[in-house]
């Protein structure tokens, strides 16, 4: 088998922060095993669907290309990978933990006799793949055995995708053998989300906050800590049950999985329901008058004390620093 062949969800508006991310996952494999990490995806005549790729380069990208793809269908999908997989041989084939992965890549893993390994948060030696169960509270190992590809998808923000320049990769086009009888189904309108006011899972520096606060009428002090920094204002479940927050800014396992340059946890006990949304940022930050809460196990650094003094504090001092 030949390389690492790295998928990228099919849109319209370029290359996702979540496929960087599965793209670093498939360099951490490669520094494993030695195998070269090829990129894969489905696009338009002309369009360049590998161009906004940061980091260092795949060794070569395969556009798959075709009038039946025009607009996702899981037949098609399928047919149009498994195609394109028995064509390249890849010992591993990484999809990002999406909805359209989730929709029709366990289908395709089961062409080749697999099983798809979902959600891998983490990869070590062996290679071995670590996922997490029943919301965080276990952890699982597995170990690919057999002689055909291993299909995994890769949990957001579990990785941190590569910056720098792009630079340049060989890209050849890929046309599969379909017909319009293979689709059985029919693409509807395309889902359009609520419009929201914050994409947490772009941002760069979040501040969240915690049931430490203790009442809305004390959010002020975070805000005015997170308009200092330039950060989005995240949340922990409680600050938005509670209705002080809109739910679209909660961080969390039932929330959104963030991997931000900084996550300041403001009054942030820690609990792993949390830990799973955000433990992937880059440098995690926390403030809290217990010193034995769980967010200091996963902080870069801790400030043990008083969030109604702290948080004062240090907004002046990052406003005086800027």
Known sequence: MSCILVVEEARRDGSTRVFQETLAAGRRLAELTGLAVEA????????????????????????????LLAAYTADGYT??????????????????????????????????????????????????FARQLYQGRMHATYRHAGGGPCFLSIQNGAFRADEGAGGTMPVS??????EPAQIRT???????????TVDLSSAQRIVGVGRG?????????????????????GASRPICDNGWLPMERQVGSSG??????????????GA?????????????????????????????????GDLFEVVPALTEAVKAAR
């Open 256 to 269: 959104q999985t963030v991997a931000p340059k900084l996550y300041l946890a403001v009054g942030i006990s």
């Open 40 to 67: 894969a995806g489905v696009g338009e005549p002309g369009r360049n669907i590998f161009a906004q790729i940061t980091g260092a380069q795949p060794a070569a990208g395969h556009a798959i290309r075709h009038e």
């Open 213 to 233: 606060i203790k009442d809305a009428e004390k959010l002020p002090l975070v805000e005015d800590l997170a308009g200092a920094l330039g950060a989005e204002l």
């Open 186 to 196: 029919r693409p509807g309108t395309p889902f359009r989300e609520t419009a929201q």
């Open 272 to 304: 792993i329901q949390h830990l799973v949304g955000m433990k992937g940022s880059q440098c995690i930050v926390a403030i809290n008058k217990d010193p034995d809460a769980p967010i200091f196990e996963v902080a870069d650094y801790g400030i043990v």
């Open 173 to 178: 086009e890929f046309t599969p053998a379909l």
């Open 79 to 128: 047919l149009a990978f498994e195609q394109l997989i028995r064509r390249l041989e890849p010992r591993y084939v990484l999809f990002p933990h999406s909805y359209q992965a989730r929709d029709f890549v366990p289908g395709l893993a089961a062409r080749f006799g697999q099983a798809l390994i979902g959600d891998v948060t983490a990869i070590g030696e062996g290679p071995t």
